[in-house]
């Protein structure tokens, strides 16, 4: 019955080593006394199939039951019958004997060799007592085989020690490497979970950290004492940020970086992980004091798509430590760290966006007031008390009575178109239904009737087809907001609006006026400290922030204004518009 075994035994290819040895001498032997027929080494034959057939087996982890025992006694079979047909004592292989007794030292050492030898001494002493001659010539050769099992099963034992002391010490490297594999995958296992459940941003970075410490070095010994410099690094404000780092100095955690040279352009521009050695000449990260005393870094970009969240940073003073394991493991951290940044920008833009959405809303509902209080509102409380007055002309100056009762109905009328255009600016039915060109004409035309205010549109009829009733939607109200605001501050004869695409993927959005102006950057300083009623500006970049778009204001005193939105339609045309340099580099 076979068995089929994970590792190979090494006694068995000793055995098998030791035996291809003696059948190479015994060859020899036959050759030099010129005795290699057939008739007298069938046995030998037998040995080096035996042999060939073993070596296969081992080759294979195989072994059989009673391995040991089988391999001693075919050997002390074989060795019998080649030492009877050879002649004996007499003959060129006498010391054919030493091949199960080598055998039986390396499989039972001591005992065994011991036994075997004075099995085949037996025989020997037999051979001896059939012919007077070899009586003392036989008792010297089992004499020299005995004395030679205990020499050889006393090596054997010290090597089979030996082979048995590093087979332990194999084992207990080999459990350790399976151990700290398994720490390493745990640790894996750990950090994707941990990134998967939380949406805070302070709690990715510094999992993704320690995570990474423990997976690079599962031994807590070593974990504890290991120089490893890591951090986070996050854009915010166009700059590099240290989101989290280890061992960084309370000065480091406030350095800067612009991402504009060194490694870590190399890294963004290239989008790829990179090692580095001599960080402490980079332009940029030379900066830091907790990377300066080390040598090899590894840097792994923080990128999904077109979108740039920063870089992951890790260094240490080996000069060696990154090697193709341990950069295989922070690969694999790499990329779930992003898609947990990912996830949490995607968290924290719907918070912001559910709170920006919320002050619109309320921003929505001031506005209306201030539009009722300013409008409808005064206009009716005008139209009672000139009610009440020509209630009592009617008994005094009838023809007076009757010319305020027309001016009543002129203001009635004027109210209701008021009130009819903030009724359309609420909701603009045929924004829904004619779409984009259709609305912004419908609105110019009630400003001309409602305000007298002239607004000329031109907008391209291959563009609105391009976008979807969502963005047709933000846009109308970016162009509602900025009508309303040239109306009311800008005293503009004309407004014109236009929307034309200006390269692929990206449209522009003008809104110009030849009214007063007014200097952009002074506004744009006092700008916290206005009041609710001029939060234009604001409306004007939240809404453009809404269509993933770019506002930009030119106004001069004196000159009139002109508002213009970049609106991207794909993700690459966004990419371009917010993020110029890499798109440049990425291009070169």
Known sequence: MMRKFDTPYMADWFAISLRWIMLVGLIVSLGLGQQLDIGSTWPLGLMIAWNLTMTTMASLNLRIRFHRRLNIVVDLILAGAFFGVQGGLRGPAFWTGLLPILSASIYFEIFGALVVSILFSSVILYVGFQSDGDLSLSILISLILIGLSIIFGFLGRRMMEHMRKNRTLWMDSEEKKRAMQNERMRAIYELTSTLSSTLSYKRVLDSALDMSATALNPDPEQSVSDPLVGAVM????????IGSARRFTSADMRVTFDGAEGLLKKALDEGEPITFRDIGYDPELGRV???????????????????????????????????????????IIGRQAVIAIQNARLYQDLVEEKERMVEVHEEARKKLARDLHDGPTQSVAAMAMRLNITRRMMTKDVKSASEEIIKLEELAHRTTKEIRHMLFTLRPLILESQGLTAAVQAMADKMMETFSQKVVVNIDERVTNQLEMGKQGVIFYI????????????????????????????????????????????????????????????????????????????????????????????????DRLHHPRHSKAKNK
């Open 234 to 241: 996050l854009f915010n404000g166009g700059k590099l940020r």
């Open 289 to 331: 004091i907790a990377l300066r005393n080390c040598i090899s870094g590894y840097c792994f970009p923080l990128r999904s798509g077109f979108n740039v969240y920063g870089v992951l940073l890790f260094a240490h003073p080996s000069p060696d430590y990154f090697n193709p394991e341990r950069l295989k493991l922070l690969d």
């Open 479 to 574: 162009i509602e907001e900025a009508i309303n605001n040239a109306r009311k501050h800008a005293t503009a004869e004309a407004i014109t609006v236009s929307l034309r695409q200006i390269e692929p993927g990206v449209l522009l959005l003008v809104i110009a006026d030849n009214g007063v102006g007014f200097d952009v950057k002074a506004i744009t300083e006092v700008y916290d400290k206005r009041a609710s009623s001029s939060l234009g500006m604001v409306n004007l970049r939240e809404r453009a922030e809404l269509v993933n778009g770019l506002l930009q204001i030119d106004s001069t005193p004196g000159k009139g204004t002109k508002v213009q939105v970049y609106i991207p339609l794909t993700e690459e045309a966004a």
